[in-house]
């Protein structure tokens, strides 16, 4: 069964520190791994996409990994913002099947003053 | 939310009624979505169309009926047969359709409570 799995599933931190977001993921063939941040109340928006031959993505202040091998990837933020609290979703896609596209559950990030 | 507009952006219903969310893009792209989120859990694909007058069901289109007369919109009726309506539905679109590269871009949203 395709599957892609987010830790933690919230998470607080202090403004200006770092924090790694999780995701694992059974989706097979693989295609390409994104992840969009969400703000309370709006839609989601794209931070990164990476593709099987890609380990790594920066989007300013944002770093994915992945890791196609262990089907791990991670998201990175340095010197974290209030701006940065958002839920934040990996969002897997496979290359046959119809191109089945599976969204994970989301961590929930605070940043605090 | 780059060009897709989606309205109201809550919408209150009695039990029993029908109501629809609609959706418009001024992104001239092909397919558009609507899905479905609920507190802790993925986002789940209701319908999509990859041109107009035509769709297909996602994963869970018992209860929704939508309609995709112009390119531009794509109104999503959640009829009295949805068990468990209240729920944030966004609706997305991308360039074609076609392929795993091709990119999603999502509406704002609409709440919907049913009293």
């Known amino acids: 069964k395709n599957q892609v799995e987010q830790s933690p599933q919230s998470l607080i931190i202090l403004e200006g520190k770092n924090c790694t977001l999780q995701?694992?993921?059974?989706?097979?063939?693989?295609?390409?791994l994104r992840w969009y941040k969400q703000d309370t109340g709006r839609g989601p928006v794209s931070l990164t996409i990476?593709?099987?031959?890609?380990n790594t993505k920066s989007n300013g202040r944002y770093t994915a990994t992945l890791d196609a091998d262990t089907k791990q990837s991670s998201l990175h933020i340095t010197a974290s913002q209030l701006s940065d609290s958002a839920s934040y979703i990996c969002?897997?896609?496979?290359?046959?099947?119809?191109?089945?596209?599976?969204f994970g559950a989301g961590t929930r990030l605070f940043v605090k003053a | 939310d780059g060009g897709i507009t989606q309205s109201p952006k809550y919408l209150f219903r009695k039990e029993g009624q029908n109501v629809t969310l609609s959706c418009e893009q001024n992104l001239n792209h092909d397919a558009m979505y609507w899905y479905r989120q609920d507190p802790g859990q993925g986002l789940r694909l209701i319908y999509y169309s990859q041109i107009v007058n035509d769709f297909q069901k996602g994963d869970i289109a018992e209860g929704y009926s939508v309609s995709r007369e112009k390119k531009e919109s794509f109104p999503l009726t959640v009829t009295s047969a949805q068990k468990n309506p209240t729920a944030f539905y966004l609706c997305?679109?991308?360039?074609?359709?076609?392929?795993?590269?091709?990119?999603?871009?999502f509406g704002p949203g609409t709440r919907l409570t049913v009293l």
């Open positions: 995701c694992n993921y059974t989706v097979s063939p693989f295609s390409n």
């Open positions: 997305a679109s991308s360039p074609t359709g076609r392929g795993p590269l091709d990119t999603q871009y």
């Open positions: 969002v897997v896609s496979g290359s046959t099947g119809g191109f089945k596209t599976i």
């Open positions: 990476m593709t099987f031959s890609e």
